[in-house]
């Protein structure tokens, strides 16, 4: 990225802690540098005039390309027409806000909850006239290919994937996952259960080998699919591919180490098949796996190679993994990250090299990540954990959510500067009051004779809100600008001292968590 950690925030370090008004102008000019250097850049509402956020770009044009909407899956992070075109397409068809942008209220949501594996799928919201609208069609083709279940990648939302419900709804019986009230077909009940990643790894968490042949055989590529979803949402180097037979032709950009075949079919000559081959990916994403998991050399070739014997170990390993990260406070998530930086601090730099490589790992398998790194540290104590894929992206989604926070702060300040400086205020109406102020700010309402009760009291409490919002952001600000300063003063400055201030300031969440629900609208708090 062309980034150096030890300069940035010229601006605000050269003027002195006394200077409050210039320094607050000067974060914001440092915080703009920022984002034009690629270091974060947080998701606009609306278009930009171009996007350095490369990462995202290329998982927008992943997704939108994996769904079947027209637009090339190249990995190339350009907003061009081709791109803005399978945009539109995907909000008209989600019945979104048409508008060519994958903005953070809305769009990017939207394409989380259909394409990530993590998100929960609220179905009634992808229904239309009781029935799944278009997106939620290509979604369900693209969830069955992806599991093994269905043969043809989504091109349009017409398929028919009446065989890949019936056949998931077989080896949900086979497997004895529990009793359905309706017969497998595209209705919410099946939808729910097909998008439901966590429960079927805790249904596979409990689940036996089959023990006939036809039900071996019905039943093992979706085991082997669902593995390599949960290997890559974990980190791993594996692809969830379901029915993609081809071999990487070059080496991904993702994964740089996928040159290994990567492939499982649904096959009638299974039993040639029943120990997993040491030459595909999965094999060798699986031996890392049961490594970090702390396993023998005996044990961690017995459970790789015969992982259809074994599935259920692997899946209570996956699901120890989740209940560790449920199980994770806050404070405990903010000493992982702080320690990890405090004893990486040269390997800064390091994170946001992957990050240019992760593409959408980064935005998916965060919860799977956190079980991955608690795992490690209990399971593996005199392990050295080292700056990866995984510590990358959790702490450059930890430090993005911050930056976020303080660059919308920053915006808010400049809002309300501007709200409370200018002689009339912006809530005035004429049909209700104008609200006035003179130079030593001794502000005066000026009621409408003629206005109602209802309108006086709005108006009232509209300045009532915007002033504690000033005051709201100042103190949030002191907040950041002393940490800040602290960092640089004790730790370290330039860059490398904003990611330790932001890591930082996410402690001062708990504290003000009763009065952030109030400002939902100025700023988005990620966890």
Sequence with gaps: MGIDFREGLENFSRLPPDSVIERLGALKTDFGRAEERGLFVPLPDSEPDRSRDISRIRTIRNRLASLGYPVEDSGRPVLDEELRGAIRSFQQEAGLTVDGWVGGEETWPA????????????????????????????????????????????????????????????????????????????????????????????????????????????????????????????????RPAGYDMEPPKEPQPVDGDLDKIDIWMK???????????????????????????????????????????????????????????????????????????KRYPDQIPTIWSYVRTLGNRIWDGMRRAWGWLTSLIKKTAEKVVTIGRNLSRLIYNYALGAYTVVSNILKGFGRSVRFLTEPYLGISDSNTGIVSHDRDFDFKLTLNVLADQTSISALCRNLRRQTRLFLFICKMLSVFISILATVISNVSSGYLGLIFALVRFRREWDRIQSLISEYEAVFEIRD
């Design 267 to 341: 096959s009638s000559s299974v039993t040639r098949f029943f120990r997993i081959k040491r030459n595909l990916s999965f094999f060798s994403a699986l031996t890392k796996f049961w490594q970090d998991q702390g396993e023998d050399v005996k044990t961690v070739d017995h459970l790789s190679l015969d992982f259809l014997d074994t599935f259920p170990r692997f899946f209570q390993a996956v699901q120890s993994g989740l209940n560790a990260d449920a199980g994770m406070t806050k404070a405990e998530r903010q000493e992982l990250i702080e320690a990890t930086i």
């Design 111 to 238: 394409l989380q909850e259909l394409v990530s594996f993590e998100t929960p799928i609220n179905v009634s919201r992808w229904l239309d006239g009781g029935r799944p609208n278009a997106a939620l069609r290509r979604a369900v083709t693209l969830r069955l290919f992806v599991l093994g279940l269905f043969e043809k990648k989504p091109v349009s939302p017409e398929h028919d994937v009446t065989e890949g419900i019936k056949e998931f709804g077989r080896i949900w019986d086979i497997l004895e996952f529990g009793e359905a009230t309706t017969s497998p077909r595209l209705n919410t009940e099946w939808i729910v259960r097909l998008f439901d990643q966590d429960g079927l790894v805790a249904r596979l968490a409990g689940a036996s080998a089959p023990t006939t042949s036809s039900n071996f055989i019905s039943v093992h590529g979706f085991l082997l699919n669902v593995a390599k979803i949960e290997l890559w949402l974990s980190g791993y180097s594996v």
